[in-house]
């Protein structure tokens, strides 16, 4: 999720018009279907089990598909799936990871526990690096922390799906990990639902003991987004219109988008509905908000900005108990670095054990001071060593360091 919500308050406008929002196609698969009697459940309970098929891309591990109850933006109750890798030779209580994979997706399909099964190569970036942990005995939850309806840009809803997931895992027996250190990770998008799942932590799952968080690249202003990206063309238009989708299906009532597109961007956004990264881009390419909606009276809703500013997790009052360890290129032009930069202030003044990292830096290329221009997604390879160590001391029980 580089350009989460970019310039969704240009899609955000006043005026009292309603219309359905765009949801995605229901899954087929009937797994993915919430129960009837959903309500009866709490949050983390195991809603249903399924063996997946073996992945070559993590030999000698079962897959297992785990659906569980969690908690939507408005409290109410949903059903959300997450994917459980289990090592060759698993020891009952080794460490468990949930790793948040970065969804720039509105369709069922973006889901990782499909994706898995397919070509993705934007999955493949992960790969390596949690093939080290699961050879080191770790299992890995892999959740589709959008939730059913793919609400791209919910990122609170991001944080409490992780929560869930973590909970759902911990209470299968057939898994192990009940007493497993627990700890948590993701870059950009899936570093938001990680950031947020940290911070969420202490009010929404206080039972739950994390170990750490490894927060890579994450966005933790989507106004500020907004407001730098405004209404013209940007490379990420189509990302930035996909989370303006997202957060309409999480919030219908507050922000009913689909009623302010112009015949031009409901074509666009029927084009995206069902779409993932790559799709979504190519819809997107030269647009912008101005050319496809009927006004441009933005920034003026009260409802868009809460909404947004509900997801911009700088804005947000509480604080992580785990350990943190945060990486993101000073050069990053995708999101605000600012952000990043004053919500780890705030955290280290509240007592937070925080290690933040710059990269690259001199520990990472010890023949030059630093590398001007490294993008966003190369940033995620450059902070993933250091990430995986620090986490890897966090399972061990090692103190964790801090340079607040």
Partial sequence: MAAICGVTLGLLLTTTATAE????????????????????????????????????????????????????????????????????????????????????????????????????????????????????????????????????????????????GVRAVKRLPALNVQRSPAVIAGYSGGGLATAWAAALQPMYAPELKLAGAAIGGAPMNLETMAEALGLGPHPSFGIAMAAAIGLEREYPDRLPISSYLNPRGLAVADAMVNSCSNDILAAGTGGSAGEYVTSTSIFDSRDARSVVAENSLELYAGVPETPIFEWHSPDDQEIPVDAIEHTIRRWCAAGVRVQTRQVPTVEYLPTVERLPGVEHLSAAALGAPEALLWLEARVRGEPAPTNC
Avoid at 99 to 106: D, E, V
Wanted: aromatic fraction near 8%; hydrophobic fraction near 40%; charged fraction near 10%.
């Fill in 21 to 164: 929002p765009l949801y995605p196609r229901p899954d087929p698969d009937p797994f993915y279907a919430a129960p009837a009697d959903l309500a009866a459940y709490q949050p983390g309970d195991v809603l249903g089990v399924r063996a997946l098929p073996p992945l070559a891309i993590f030999p000698g591990s079962t897959v297992t598909l785990v659906k569980f109850r969690s908690t939507n933006s408005r409290g109410a109750p949903i059903a959300a799936t997450t994917t459980v890798l289990t090592p060759f030779g698993h020891r009952p209580g080794g460490p468990l990871l949930s790793y948040q994979h970065f969804i720039n997706g509105l369709g069922t399909e973006c889901a990782v526990s499909h994706k898995l099964y397919s070509d993705d190569l934007n999955l493949m970036v992960t790969v390596p690096s949690l093939n080290v942990v699961l050879a080191q005995g770790w299992s890995v939850a892999l959740p589709d922390h959008l939730g059913p309806q793919f609400a791209l840009g919910a990122a609170r809803l991001g944080g409490q799906i992780v929560l869930d």
